[in-house]
């Protein structure tokens, strides 16, 4: 494994549990996912609109992510990558991102890059010798990686009979894409998160538990699929179904569709912590949420 980035916390990647917010972690493995698909090119001898074919042909549509420990303000950061598998058809790249000072793991990822033309023998060739196994540390805990979440969605018809909006259909903002129009695809989980919470939703992050301690949902893995990214004002909605509910934990899935189009752009799956943000530790779910999450529960759509 190489070291293809580095980076250090800063105050605006903190985000209300105190840390550096998921965004960042995952913002941080797509900057060494774009360093290694970089030298993977260069390494075949290709240059020119050559290398520009081949980059362009490689979609990242498969992003898992595993947390390990939280990072502070301040915090230098680096990214080590190796490659799972390369053919014909794609890539998949490991990566660990650890705290460069301590050598403490922050997180995990593997991500997977379908081509839409044969990637060249060159290509795969100059990947072969960087091959490794994913370690243990690397390795799902809760999330499978097997299950095609897009081809297992149900329908928006269906989500809308269950009642199970989790945001108001809204437009996509200029801020969320790139200069052509395109929206970013680092920003792909706000097709989940951002807009106006749907009737009996809530945007609250921070809550009460009831011994009067500050309550959020620190995330522990999340896997998230790209079926196609919205353009620059097309309406999107998202919604949400809790698939487990454990003693300290919740495993939920959450899809994106374009309403026009009733069209699945995303997946997201995603394992959260209950979290005592003041005590900096797990905590169980208290009883009023437990009880919130069982009634929404839909563990067949699992």
């Not at 042909?57 to 502070?72: F, G, N, P, S, V």
């Not at 995990?108 to 243990?136: C, D, G, K, M, Y």
């Not at 309406?235 to 454990?246: G, K, T, Y």
Request: hydrophobic share 40%.
């Amino acid at each position: 494994m190489q070291v293809t980035h580095r980076s250090s916390v800063t105050k605006d990647q903190i985000d209300h549990l105190g840390h550096m917010n998921v965004r960042y972690y995952g913002r941080n493995a797509r900057a060494g996912s774009q360093a290694m698909v970089s030298d993977l090119i260069a390494g075949a001898g290709l240059g020119g609109q050559a290398a520009d074919d081949v980059a362009s042909a490689l979609h990242l549509h498969d992003i898992y992510t595993r947390h390990h420990h939280e990072q502070m303000l301040g915090s230098d950061l680096e990214v080590r990558t190796g490659l799972v598998s390369a053919d014909a058809s794609g890539l998949c790249l490991y990566h660990e991102l650890a705290n460069a000072s301590s050598g403490v793991l922050a997180a995990t990822f593997q991500h997977r890059f379908a081509s839409t033309r044969p990637l060249p023998e060159a290509v795969v060739n100059e990947a072969a010798p960087l091959i490794v196994p994913v370690p243990e540390q690397g390795a799902t805990r809760s999330i499978s990686l097997v299950t095609d979440r897009l081809a297992t969605a149900p329908t928006l018809a269906e989500l809308e009979r269950r009642q199970l909006a989790l945001r108001e259909p809204r437009l996509v903002r200029e801020d969320e894409c790139d200069p052509d129009g395109a929206y970013r695809a680092d920003m792909a989980p706000m097709l989940v998160w951002d807009g106006e919470p749907a009737e009996g939703r809530t945007r609250e992050f921070v809550h009460t538990g009831p011994n009067g301690e500050e309550m959020g949902w620190a995330t522990m893995e999340n896997r998230v699929m790209i079926n196609r990214l919205p353009r620059l004002g097309e309406e999107v909605q998202s919604f949400f179904a809790p698939l487990e509910v454990a003693n300290k934990v919740t495993r939920s899935l959450h899809w994106a569709f374009a309403t026009g189009s009733e069209e699945l752009l995303i997946s997201f799956e995603v394992v959260n912590l209950a979290f005592d943000i003041g005590a900096r530790r797990a905590m169980v779910i208290p009883d009023n949420y437990r009880a919130r999450e069982l009634e929404l529960l839909q563990p067949d759509l699992d």
